[in-house]
C-alpha cells in the first residue's frame, strides 16, 4: 500500500486561499488514482475531487466545482489542492486518498488514507 501524508491545512479568512499537498510513499504513486475528501464535525466524509493515475481526468463536487482544483506531480509523488474562494462551509479535515483503480470518485473505492489536515476558514 501507499503511505499519505497531508499538509499545508490551516485558518483563512473566507474569500482567501490554501494549497494542500499528500505526499505519497511505499508503492508506485504514479499507479494510483487519488482523490481528496472532507469530513465536518458531526457530518460524513464526503467526496471532494479525484484525479486519474496520469492527470488527464479530473472531477469535483459540485459544492467546489470552479473554486477547487487538484492537480499531481508524479515525479514528486505528490497530489495537491488548490483552494480558492474559500467559504466557511468548506471548514473542515481534508484526506488524501488512493485507490488502485485508475480513477474513482467513490469512497468505498479509495483503500489508503492519509491523517488528514485540518482547514478553518472564518467570516
Known amino acids: 500500500q501507499v503511505q499519505l501524508v497531508e499538509s499545508g491545512g490551516g485558518l483563512v479568512q473566507a474569500g482567501g486561499s490554501l494549497r494542500l499537498s499528500c505526499t505519497a510513499s511505499?508503492?508506485?504513486?504514479?499507479?494510483?488514482?487519488m482523490g481528496w475528501f472532507r469530513q465536518a464535525p458531526g457530518n460524513e466524509r464526503d467526496f471532494v475531487a479525484a484525479?486519474?493515475?496520469?492527470?488527464?481526468?479530473?472531477y469535483y463536487a459540485d459544492s467546489v466545482k470552479g473554486r477547487f482544483t487538484i492537480s499531481r506531480d508524479n515525479a514528486k509523488n505528490t497530489l495537491y489542492l488548490q483552494m480558492n474562494s474559500l467559504k466557511p462551509d468548506d471548514t473542515a479535515v481534508y484526506y488524501c486518498?488512493?485507490?488502485?483503480?485508475?480513477?474513482?470518485?467513490?469512497?468505498?473505492?479509495?483503500?489508503?488514507w492519509g491523517q488528514g489536515t485540518q482547514v478553518t476558514v472564518s467570516s
Open positions: 486518498a488512493a485507490t488502485t483503480l485508475g480513477f474513482s470518485i467513490e469512497r468505498t473505492a479509495f483503500g489508503s
Open positions: 511505499g508503492r508506485s504513486f504514479s499507479n494510483y488514482g
Open positions: 484525479i486519474s493515475w496520469s492527470g488527464g481526468r479530473t
